[in-house]
């Protein structure tokens, strides 16, 4: 079954530590996206990568970092910078255009920092 | 500013009614429109969307309507089953860009 894994679903990491959170996809999608989910929130951006080796920005980059050096994986890593780390991380991705081309999500990962 | 509004936080309705989502933005650029559902600790799951050209798109009990001059759209559920009690995620893109806007999310309980 093709789709989007996420692990670890729950992940625990004290304050000033760097963590690197999965993301690994089988349906062969070109574009890939990190957003982060806070309670009563919507989704927000934090970095897209529309194909290997090139990524950018989204709405709220600063303190996390990725790379995409697979067309499959694209992690994303939560340094000591970001202020507030604690949040739901979904990891998402799609043909090239989001036309005709929703995104797929995965099922996200728990980040607590404490 | 919040360039997608959810202004109804939650909604309840009785299984066999009518559920409706509504969802307004500020961007008349913006041309295409989707809806996505979203249970506890899952991804969400995309349901239904509409481009600007269009004012209406159906899916068996989903429709979705498009004001383009109200610069509101909404999601009608009928008939609302308990199953769909779920988060539903108003998200919109402007033509050219590849960065989905989110609406805060209007959580749906269907009661039996």
């Known amino acids: 079954d093709g789709g989007i894994t996420q692990s670890p679903k729950y992940l625990f990491r004290k304050e000033g530590q760097n963590v690197t959170l999965s993301c690994e996809q089988n349906?062969?999608?070109?574009?890939m996206y990190w957003y982060r989910q806070d309670p009563g929130q919507g989704l927000r951006l934090i970095y897209y990568?529309?194909?290997?080796?090139?990524?950018q920005k989204g709405d709220i980059a600063e303190g996390y970092s990725v790379s995409r050096e697979k067309k499959e994986s694209f992690p994303l890593t939560v340094t000591s910078a970001q202020k507030n780390p604690t949040a739901f991380y979904l990891c998402?991705?799609?043909?090239?255009?989001?036309?005709?081309?929703?995104?797929?999500f995965g099922n996200g990962t728990r980040l607590t920092v404490t | 500013d919040q360039q997608v509004k959810q202004n109804s936080p939650s909604l309840s309705v009785q299984e066999g009614r009518i559920s409706i989502l509504n969802c307004d933005y500020t961007?008349?650029?913006?041309?295409?429109f989707l809806w996505y559902k979203k249970y506890p600790a899952e991804g969400p799951t995309f349901l239904i969307s509409i481009s600007s050209i269009k004012d209406k798109n159906e899916d068996g009990r989903f429709t979705v309507f498009l004001n383009k001059s109200a610069k509101h759209l909404s999601l009608h559920i009928v008939p609302s089953q308990p199953g769909d009690s779920a988060v539903y995620f108003c998200?919109?893109?402007?033509?050219?860009?590849?960065?989905?806007?989110f609406g805060k999310g209007t959580k749906l309980t269907v009661n039996p």
């Open positions: 998402a991705s799609s043909i090239y255009r989001h036309y005709n081309s929703p995104l797929h």
């Open positions: 998200a919109t893109l402007q033509g050219g860009s590849e960065k989905l806007v």
């Open positions: 349906l062969n999608h070109d574009a």
């Open positions: 961007n008349s650029m913006f041309d295409y």
């Open positions: 990568s529309q194909i290997v080796n090139d990524f």
